[in-house]
Each structure stands twice: as C-alpha cells, then as structure tokens.
C-alpha cells in the first residue's frame, strides 16, 4: 500500500476560492468535492486520445505501454495507459482521494499516493490561478510547503526527516 499523502491548497482572497470552486468543484452528497479530472480530464475514447496525444497513451493488444510494462486495463477503457497519463498530467497515478472543501478557511484537501500532484499544480498555474499548498506524509516524517502563480510551481521549503519535522 501505498504511503498517503495529505495535500492542502490554500487562496490568499475569497474571491479566488470561489471563482476556484465554481471552476473545478462539484457538489456531492457529502458537500463539496474536488478531483483532478475537472481540470484536466483523461480522454474518453480511444479516437479522442489518439487525435490529441497520438499513441503514447495507447496500450498494445496485450495492455503493454510503449515501454513495455504491463498495466491494469481500465472497464470500458481496456485501450487506455491510464497510468503515464495520470503521471504526465497530474503527477500522481491516481485522482484527488477523500477530498474536501473548507469554505471557511478557504481551503481544499485531499490524499495522494506516494507525492504532490505537481503536474496539476503546473496546469494551475498556468491558468492563472494562485495558491499556496502543503503536501505532508507522517509516516515518512516528509512535508513540502509551495506555491503557484502565473511564473510557475515553486517549492518554498522541504522537510525530509524526523528531526527538521518536528522542529518547524
């Protein structure tokens, strides 16, 4: 299994959160949700994927990658890299998990595997968006503290072991 990442992002101005929310949320029955394929969806069918990627996202008749690993198939999607795709554009090999919206503190969160979804933030960023985001995993004592804005995704500070965890 994999280590869970805590992942939390952060808008300076109600505004931006709201216009944010209204972009990319949607309302659940537990209230407010987030996933990465509001902001960058995975292409529906293999025609579509092919016309906007050519064949890098297309498994082979034996659901071989174009490097040769062997992936899981998709129901409905049995053509579909999945995994380089999610990798390349968000970062992480599986959507937003357990996600949240926290009005109040103009916050959203969500869980990850094993790292930030970096490649999203990227996406983001270059939409014009701005927020600050934390990506903590207790288990490997690891956090990272960032930004993005319209120059980019940057990391502003990195904790790696127990002791500088604890301390800041």
């Not at 996933?35 to 293999?46: D, K, L």
């Not at 999610?86 to 094993?114: C, Y």
């Not at 288990?139 to 980019?152: I, L, R």
């Amino acid at each position: 299994m994999p280590n869970w990442i805590d992942n939390t992002m952060h808008f300076d101005t109600a505004e931006a959160f709201s216009a944010f929310c209204k972009a990319y949320c949607k309302e659940e029955e537990e209230g407010l949700t987030f996933s990465f394929a509001s902001v960058v969806a995975e292409p529906e069918t293999e025609a579509e994927c092919r016309e906007k990627y050519g064949e890098k996202y297309i498994l082979s008749a034996d659901g071989k990658s174009q490097d040769g690993l062997k992936l899981g198939r998709v129901k409905g999607k049995e053509w579909f890299n999945w995994y380089d795709w999610q990798m390349d554009f968000w970062g992480v090999k599986w959507d937003a998990s357990n996600s949240f919206v926290n009005k109040e503190k103009r916050q959203i969160g969500f869980e990850t595997p094993w790292g930030a979804p970096v490649k999203l933030y990227e996406t983001l960023a270059s939409q014009g968006w701005k927020f600050c985001f934390t990506a903590v995993c207790e288990v490997d004592m690891w956090q990272s503290e960032g930004h993005a804005d319209e120059n980019g995704v940057f990391i502003d500070k990195e904790w790696d072991n127990e002791e500088d965890f604890d301390n800041d």
